[in-house]
Structures are given as C-alpha cells and as structure tokens.
C-alpha cells in the first residue's frame, strides 16, 4: 500500500506563490499527478510528470503557471504555483497515475488546502 502525504498548502494573495509537496512511504516507478476539487466541483486535473521526469503535462488553466517536478532519490513530488489566481483556490491532490497519458489514478493523498484571496 503506498501513502502518499501532501503538505505546503496555505492562504496565499493573488499573484503570490506556493510549493506542494507531496511524500511517498515507497519508492514509485509510474507517472504522478496533481489534481485539485474547489468546492462544489468535480475534481480536476492539474498536472502530470513521467516516471523518469522526463515529461510533464498541464491543464490549460494552469499552463504557464505551474510547474511539477520530481525527485526520485526523496521519493518526492512538487508543484510549484505562481501568479495564483484565486479561481485555484481548492483542496490539492497528489496521485501515483496509472499511465502517464491518461487521467487514472492508483492512490490518491489526503489533499491540502489552498486559499488564494483576492
């Protein structure tokens, strides 16, 4: 059973910045992903990062904005926010993905919650 542990979220103006973090108790060969549900919403996709790092993908909502990375050696993801908007306001999921190129997920985190104010 993997666990996957976020943290870093918080209560941010618009314009600023924040850095999830996500820690998995094992070593994880798949794709990772973030996603986030605002209230009242389904849950969305965010962003996606190869196994190797290699590759990464994003919602168009966040395209130029956000930015995954990975380390393999911590076991570590991250999702770096800038010009944060508060239409990102919501509680931020990290996964272990089933593929790379679709939206499955195998686990899921509890989630953290980030509050951008206006």
């Known amino acids: 059973q993997v666990q996957l542990v976020e943290s870093g979220g918080g209560l941010v103006q618009a314009g600023g910045s924040l850095r999830l973090s996500c820690a998995a108790s094992?070593?994880?060969?798949?794709?990772m992903g973030w996603f986030r549900q605002a209230p009242g919403k389904e849950r969305e996709f965010v962003a996606a990062?190869?196994?190797?790092?290699?590759?990464?993908r994003y919602a168009d909502s966040v395209k130029g904005r956000f930015t995954i990375s990975r380390d393999n050696t911590k076991n570590m993801v991250y999702l770096q926010m800038n010009s944060l908007k508060p239409e990102d306001t919501a509680v931020y999921y990290c996964?272990?993905?089933?593929?790379?190129?679709?939206?499955?997920?195998?686990?899921w985190g509890q989630g953290t919650q980030v509050t951008v104010s206006s």
């Open positions: 990062i190869s196994w190797d790092g290699s590759r990464t």
């Open positions: 996964a272990a993905m089933q593929d790379y190129s679709a939206y499955g997920v195998n686990y």
């Open positions: 094992i070593r994880i060969i798949s794709a």
